[in-house]
């Protein structure tokens, strides 16, 4: 009986381990799809990041796309740099989709971006990308928060 226990717990073990190190690989080509991100930013390239994007991204047409971004970095001008402000994920056979939010700092302020990219064997595809005014983000988190303590309170109901 004690030696089941054990094979068990070694065995959820190793797939804990297997697990995170595909995570970890997810997540370092989604940082790395972020950087590579502002670099076409920068090089007005967003018909690039459009084509490359995850078929679920390109939902609107490519024009569409290109003259939001053209607009949005009108406001903001070139990025500089980014700090992580969050991580999160979803894992599912095989699919991870990567969160990532960054504070921002372009050339005519700050911003928080929100990056989820979907990956799938290894690489990583841009699934949606929000950037948002500091204040925004406070009450973009807020809301989000005020959900996941609602879905926890309903969890811990008694079925009845």
Not at 15 to 36: F, M, N, P, Q, S
Not at 45 to 55: L, R, T
Not at 77 to 89: C, D, E, L, Q
Not at 112 to 134: D, H, N, W
Request: net charge positive; glycine share 8%.
């Amino acid at each position: 009986m004690k030696h089941s226990s054990f094979v068990a717990a070694a065995a959820f073990a190793l797939i804990l381990g297997l697990c995170g190190c595909g995570l970890k690989k997810d997540t370092k080509a989604a940082e790395a799809e972020v950087e590579r991100f502002h670099q076409r930013w920068n090089a007005d390239e967003f018909k690039a990041i459009y084509d490359e994007a995850h078929p679920g991204f390109r939902n609107k047409s490519a024009e569409d796309i290109v003259a939001t971004f053209t607009r949005v970095k009108g406001v903001y001008g070139p990025f500089k740099s980014a700090t992580k402000r969050s991580w999160g994920f979803n894992s599912d056979k095989g699919v991870s989709d990567i969160k990532l939010k960054y504070d921002s700092t372009y050339d005519r302020g700050s911003a928080v971006e929100a990056f989820v990219y979907r990956t799938v064997g290894g690489k990583a595809s841009l699934l949606s990308y929000e950037i948002m005014s500091l204040e925004a983000a406070k009450e973009h988190e807020a809301e989000e928060n005020a959900e996941r303590e609602a879905k926890r309170k309903d969890a811990k109901k008694p079925n009845g």
